[in-house]
């Protein structure tokens, strides 16, 4: 079956940075776009930055664009997204997502907190 697992997740000082990782099982990774999403208290889901099956294109949202990067290494199954500049505002728990047809598919998220 389909498993996403992020890790990477820490406190961190505003201005600083961190690197998360979601490593993928159960598909043929270098098949499926991937997205990185996050959720703060109190507020709905939104999406951070997506990729696509090969890396060639990629996307941001508006919030983290300049500061983010997402990337994969398709001979690990994984994906990443490193985090420059970061503001308390980031504050959130991250995921990882692909969809396989109809299906979504969700990593349990990582904790990020930043202090400032």
Request: net charge positive; proline share 3%; aromatic share 12%.
């Amino acid at each position: 079956q389909v498993r996403l697992v992020e890790s990477g997740g820490a406190l961190v000082q505003a201005g600083g940075s961190l690197k998360l990782s979601c490593a993928a099982s159960g598909i043929i990774f270098s098949r499926f776009a991937m997205g990185w999403y996050r959720q703060a208290p109190g507020k709905q889901r939104e999406w951070v930055a997506g990729i696509s099956n090969g890396g060639e294109y990629v996307r941001y949202a508006d919030s983290v664009e300049g500061r983010f990067t997402i990337s994969r290494d398709n001979a690990k199954n994984t994906v990443y997204l490193e985090m420059n500049s970061l503001k308390p505002e980031d504050t959130a728990l991250y995921y990882c997502k692909t969809n396989l047809g109809p299906s979504d598919y969700w990593g349990q998220g990582t904790q990020v907190t930043v202090s400032s």
